[in-house]
């Protein structure tokens, strides 16, 4: 029955997990909006705080930020109906192309109806820029934080381990100094370390039944490795999708390929080209976490052998690749709370936070310059009037997100 007081949280949820176009960086525009502003589930530092935290953990980030959001209000199970919740709507559409695939023309992946999708993420981004620029940045320091991991994050963007580099970095400039923010009086309690082991022991019991499976050549071990690929991505993944997309790639395409694979491996997890090709065009087009892709990559692995061992590998990629997040921010969160009563890393949040807002800065241009050449020829003033009009509609009234979105796409379809 305590359940039923969050029933209009997970509604929102649900609302959001079916408008939240753009990556974890439009992700948190639309959060702040709709779980700070609109409901106020949760402060603008508070959303702050748990973004800069899940940008130095593995996996997906902006699934570990909602996770947290639904921790912080309602603890463990309503963090893990809300991680169910925002993953079932993305995973259920990339599961079903898995068997659409066929009948599917990869040249109509980008319909007209999202074309302004990219714009308008853009508008998201400059707004959660501007509110996160208020929170964090009040002083020299982090002004020049800000200003050196925004140029750096922008020059290395495709790096997956710049970000929390210079998360780490941004926390240890802001501790050469105790004046900013002195020792707290209350005293830290102990840490239980214990928790993390399920996460490891998992990660290990993966890895040793599927060199077990592959050694012994298991009947039907192609589960168990498809199990062990995909957890191993979901734990050691930073910079977000586009980089599990590239490990995808590496792992299912180009890999089982190679002569010493097939030599060693000839039952290796394998996905063809197109295929691939498919399914990491349709997730940029679609709502929700990026890795969600694994959804359609388990499907398409299990493709040949009938529905049923379908529906399985499209189950398997849904779990193994969301578990460790959820594993990862549940456990270490706890933690990181406590460990915010040291000195030492409570004055690193300052230095940590004014990275966050640089990081959201050059995701912002760094989006703008994506945009191409001949998008601006075409559509350059409907583009431009899309990113301020977001930006307008976000800072200066109460339009909610989806709506914003659905606003988008009508245009998209008229013009």
């Not at 990275?355 to 241009?365: C, D, I, P, R």
């Amino acid at each position: 029955m305590a359940l039923l007081r969050h029933v209009p949280f997970l509604k929102a949820v649900f609302l959001h997990s079916l408008t939240a176009f753009g990556g974890p960086q439009g992700h948190f525009g639309m959060m702040l909006k709709t779980f700070v502003h609109q409901r106020k589930d949760i402060t603008q530092e508070e959303l702050v705080e748990f973004n800069a935290f899940c940008q130095l953990l593995p996996g997906a980030s902006s699934t570990q930020v909602l996770t947290l959001i639904g921790y912080k209000r309602g603890g463990i199970t309503l963090a893990i109906l809300t991680l169910l919740i925002w993953i079932l709507p993305a995973c259920t559409i990339m599961g079903a192309l898995s068997f659409l695939l066929k009948y599917h023309n990869d040249r109509n992946i980008n319909h007209q109806v999202f074309k302004y999708i990219a714009p308008m993420t853009i508008g998201f981004l400059a707004y959660a820029s501007m509110i996160a620029f208020r929170l964090a940045i009040h002083n020299t320091i982090t002004r020049v934080i800000m200003i050196a991991s925004g140029v750096l994050c922008f020059a290395f963007f495709k790096i997956p381990w710049m970000i929390p580099l210079l998360i780490v970095m941004g926390g240890f400039v802001t501790n050469l100094s105790d004046r900013r923010i002195p020792q707290g009086t209350e005293k830290p309690r102990k840490i239980k370390w214990a928790n993390i082991w399920l996460f490891v022991f998992l990660f290990l019991l993966a890895g040793f039944l599927s060199e077990q499976a592959r050694k012994q050549n298991w009947p039907d071990r192609r589960p168990i490795n498809l199990f062990e690929n995909t957890y191993r991505f979901g734990s050691i993944v930073f910079g977000g999708g586009q980089v599990l997309v590239a490990l995808m790639y590496e792992q299912f395409v180009v890999r089982p390929e190679s002569k010493k694979i097939i030599r060693q491996n000839p039952n290796a997890v394998k996905i063809d080209r197109d295929a691939f090709y498919a399914g990491a065009g349709v997730v940029r087009a679609i709502p929700g976490p990026v890795f969600s892709i694994a959804s359609f990559m388990g499907g398409v692995a299990m493709n040949d052998r009938g529905t049923s061992w379908q529906v399985l590998g499209c189950v398997i990629g849904s779990v193994a690749i969301f578990l460790p997040s959820l594993l990862l921010v549940l456990f270490f969160y706890p933690i990181w709370n406590n460990l915010k009563k040291y000195a030492i890393v409570f004055r690193a949040l300052e230095g940590i936070n004014a990275t966050v807002v640089g990081f959201l800065v050059a995701s912002t241009v760094y989006m703008l310059r994506d945009i191409s050449m001949a998008e601006w020829a075409q559509h350059g003033v409907i583009n431009a009037l899309v990113i301020a009009g977001t930006f307008i509609l976000l800072a200066y009234t109460r339009v909610a997100s989806p709506l914003i979105v659905v606003i988008c796409m009508v245009l998209g379809f008229i013009f």
